[in-house]
């Protein structure tokens, strides 16, 4: 079965990560893997900046190289041919779908986008972000998003994190995912907090353990 | 009037962008209303201003470009009403003229500006080339006060005292980020400013007051224009004075580990982040080094920056900008006898390797 998965999601709320995280756990099981960096806002802390890295690793990675965009000028924000065609690539297909509130317009530049039987999307939500800070606001920001198959719960503070703070997230999380009748996909815990934790969150969602990379993006 | 709930209650840490924290950071210092214009890196304070202001009874205008958000700043504090802006790079440029004119008529504006690279439109993404221009841009003197940010937690606490600072001295206020700090994601504590005691200086209005003028009130002149010489220098003169007076309340800096320092880094904004960084590195390794980060640019902490420079035996000069800074470090510095080695990068990032490499090379 094919995997075809999209991370939309609040500017900053850990889409990248999650995406990457996502992909390299497929092509461990043995999976043809695609990641498609779809933020055509920002030049830059994007997954850009790791798609050497990513390329070693065996994802096939459908992305601008920086060098690349010298002479594109302002934003450098153009989208690629194999951006328009990612759906039809073989394999698996994950979707990084960068810049906040518009991010998921793109859907209506990707070629088949509306009409994929496989086509999931996840919202990230990480509710030290204050936008997205409760219950109620986390529930208004995901109906302007459109369609919306299920919501993770990336809650974090960076290299501050703790199980508290996660566990936190997941409650706040479940309750606006109920409302919203959505499923909860999993919560993400980053790897060193992993041994603090049983197979789920308190709520009961599966866990994903998380590598950071998106750190490594920046300067 | 709407009286709208306090947007941030008790102490909260939170992750997000830099540019998400200055448009909280307004909320939380009672900003009444934000004039802008779209230009990166700053983009999202006004996105996130304009998703938050309707919520607590807060108002936005977009205006056609930067001249006029500038002015349109001025209109609104003239006004009464808690204004700010924020900008980059040309568009900085452009503020420039109303800023001047801030000067002048001593107008309380609040400025956010997020340096991109230069000069003119050059790259959207970071530097710290801004700083002439915004020290001492336009065709005024230089009498506004900029602070500069190395991180969230700075552009929250810096953008709620730029309000302060603007409306009690009556000068226009700049809070310098960059594009880095506007994009990078960290951690931060965001808190009402009352609860920490900070009393936030009411605004008040330079127009519409009630009463005659010349009959049941003073005649105020508020103008920027001068028929003579000798008029112009005395109204100068009297914002200088006001100016010198206001500064030593105003300045601010940050000494790392100077009082025995032998090479002495001196850095601004993120910049000082990897000056504090080589510090730490060079003291493992025996290396006496120290830190000296002015926090206002303008005014500048003169007299704290020669004395942790007359104890080093050099000192090293680091910035994103082909030597803007650098320029105000020797004016500070003018008549003390140290040789001065530079790290200029236009545009560019700089680490704290970058740093440690440069100093033990020179031993």
Known sequence: MRIVEAFIGEYASGKSENAINRSLELLQQGREVTIVDLDTVEPFYTLRPLKKSLEQKGLRVIAWDPEETHGLGEAGSLLKQEMLWALRYSGDIIMDIGYGVHGAKIFNLIVGAETDPDLKIYAVVNITRPITGNKEDIVEYVQTLGRVDGIINNTHLGDETTKDLIEEGAEVVTAAAKELGLPVVYTAVVEDLRTQFDDCDAQGNPLKILHRFMPDAFW | ?363
């Not at chain 2, 909320?27 to 214009?37: E, N, S």
């Not at chain 2, 970071?126 to 700075?154: A, I, L, P, W």
């Not at chain 2, 009393?199 to 009463?211: C, I, L, R």
């Not at chain 2, 530079?342 to 100093?359: D, W």
Request: proline share 6%; aromatic share 10%; net charge neutral.
């Open chain 2, 1 to 363: 009037m709407f009286m709208s709930d306090k947007p941030i209650k008790g102490e909260k840490r939170v992750f997000m962008t830099g540019n998400e924290v200055c448009a909280w950071a307004a909320l939380a210092a009672d900003a009444d209303i934000m004039y802008g214009y779209p230009i990166t890196p700053q983009n999202e304070v006004m996105h996130y201003w304009t998703r938050l202001s309707p919520k607590h009874g807060r108002k936005f205008l977009q205006t056609e470009d930067e001249i006029s958000a500038g002015f349109t700043t001025i209109g609104g504090v003239m006004a009464g009403r808690k204004s700010f802006s924020a900008t980059a790079g040309p568009g900085n440029t452009l503020f420039q003229e109303p800023m001047s004119m801030a000067e002048m008529m001593r107008i309380p504006t609040v400025v956010i500006i997020m340096q991109r690279g230069g000069p003119s439109t050059a790259t959207v993404i970071y530097s710290q080339q801004e700083v002439t221009m915004t020290t001492f841009g336009g065709n005024g003197e230089g009498f506004r006060v900029v602070y500069s940010t190395s991180g969230h937690q700075d552009l929250y606490d810096y953008t709620i005292k730029s309000f302060n600072t603007a409306w009690k001295y009556k000068f226009p206020t700049f809070v310098l980020g960059d594009g880095y700090q506007a994009k990078m994601r960290e951690p931060l504590t965001m808190y009402d400013p009352a609860e920490r005691g900070i009393e936030m200086v009411k605004p008040f209005p330079y127009v519409g007051k009630p009463g005659m003028p010349g009959t049941d009130r003073p005649t105020e002149y508020l103008r920027n224009t001068y028929n003579t010489e000798a008029e112009l220098y005395d109204a100068i003169m009297e914002i200088a004075r006001d100016y010198e007076k206001a500064a030593p309340e105003i300045i601010e800096w940050e000494n790392v580990q100077t009082d025995d320092a032998d090479t002495l880094i001196v850095a601004h904004g993120i910049v000082s982040r990897a000056a504090r960084g080589a510090v730490e590195t060079l003291r493992k390794d025996g290396i006496k080094a120290g830190h000296f980060r002015p926090i206002t640019l303008r005014p500048f902490a003169e007299e704290e920056l020669r004395k942790a420079a007359s104890k080093a035996k050099n000192i090293l000069v680091v910035e994103s900008s082909y030597g803007q800074f650098l320029k105000l470090v020797k004016e500070y510095l003018y008549g003390l006898d140290k040789p001065i080695d530079t790290i200029l990068r236009p545009g560019v990032g700089i680490t704290a390797e970058e740093i440690v490499a440069r100093i033990k090379e020179g031993r």
